[in-house]
């Protein structure tokens, strides 16, 4: 469970000085993904210090950088240890990763990868020429299916304790009634529900067809559509329609919208600039949203009390 290698140097099967030298992060998976689609050659891994994220994300954030590339290139010797002045990256580091600059500071040339590591030996095959669909990054539906329970996981144990704070502050608001704050949790509840399934579920696996180009704006109509679920499936409960309905209809659509951002470093949709824009002005909606939501809760808690 420990998700870190130490940068540095590794051989990989009987690595000599001809051998090629890949350049990946100190990501474990990354780092275990790149040994095993190079099983049965003999090569070099050139490990970053990219403080445990992967490659992509890395890049994007400047940790699997020129500089970092340069310094792990000095720091292991590489130069005395092979005598082909050649590095092979992932094309996802491309972003931070200045190929001229580390071949004036290094006399290394940087040479960009397929996309996937699964195609490493046709690329050593054909001479380290890259077809087109080496070159091409999707988000198909079954990698954003795979990241689903990656996000409901946290998103659900998070909702616990908020739902343990909403029973105890509904049960002082509706005067010490335990039956109905149990009745105003369950409100709650299904709404914290109806934000995971529109958030973590819904909208990864809707992505390519819903509206928008920001996340937090795609999160929207999967949020809206689980907000008039919810006011449906709580209607038993007895309380003011409106304050309880605009509660729901706030709130669900916001919490949506934020859970949908995580996934902006998973796809292909976005870039650093654009998400540090979107973040800018989604999150205070966010935040007002499910504030707003909250207060019109405990207005709802008050007056049906």
């Known amino acids: 469970m420990r998700y870190t290698v130490d940068p540095g140097l590794y051989a990989l099967g009987g690595a000599g ?28 891994i050139l490990v970053l210090d ?5 490659v992509w994300c890395a890049a994007g954030k400047g940790t ?26 992932p094309q996802l580091g491309a972003p931070g990763i200045s190929a001229h600059e580390v071949r004036k500071r290094s006399g ?4 960009y990868g397929p996309v996937r590591a699964d195609d490493l030996r046709a690329f050593l095959r054909d001479g380290l020429v ?15 299916l795979a990241l689903v329970p990656m996000e409901i996981v946290p998103a659900a144990k998070g909702a616990l304790p908020v739902a343990a704070a909403l029973f105890g502050l509904s049960f002082f608001v509706s005067g010490l009634s335990a039956s109905r704050a149990l009745d105003w949790t369950l409100v709650a509840l299904v709404s914290l529900g109806a934000s995971i399934l529109a958030g973590a ?15 937090s704006t795609k999160g929207l109509a999967p949020g809206l559509l689980f907000a008039l679920a919810a006011l449906v499936l709580t209607g038993t409960v007895h309380h003011p329609k409106v304050a309880g309905a605009l509660a729901q209809l706030l709130s669900i659509p916001a919490m949506t919208a934020y859970l949908a951002m995580n996934f902006t470093g998973s796809s292909t949709f976005t ?31 008050l007056a049906g009390g």
């Not at 950088?65 to 590489?78: F, H, K, M, Q």
């Not at 890259?130 to 954003?144: I, N, V």
């Open 201 to 215: 579920v819904l909208t990864p696996l809707l992505l390519p067809w819903l509206p928008g180009r920001a996340f």
């Open 271 to 301: 870039s650093l600039s654009g998400v540090q824009k979107e973040m800018r002005w989604a999150l205070p909606l966010e935040i007002g949203g499910t504030a707003a939501g909250l207060a019109l809760w405990i207005t709802a808690v």
């Open 64 to 89: 699997f950088g020129t500089d970092e590339l340069v310094n792990r290139i000095e720091s292991t010797g590489l130069a005395r240890v092979v005598s082909l002045r050649r590095l092979i990256l």
């Open 130 to 144: 890259a077809a087109g669909r080496m070159r091409t990054k999707d988000f198909g539906f079954m990698e954003r």
């Open 50 to 54: 990219t403080q445990g994220i992967n």
């Open 108 to 111: 290394f040339e940087v040479v």
């Open 17 to 44: 000085p001809e051998s090629p030298v890949f350049v990946t992060a100190n990501y474990k998976m990354s780092f275990d993904l790149l040994r095993r689609a190079l099983a049965g050659n003999n090569a070099w």
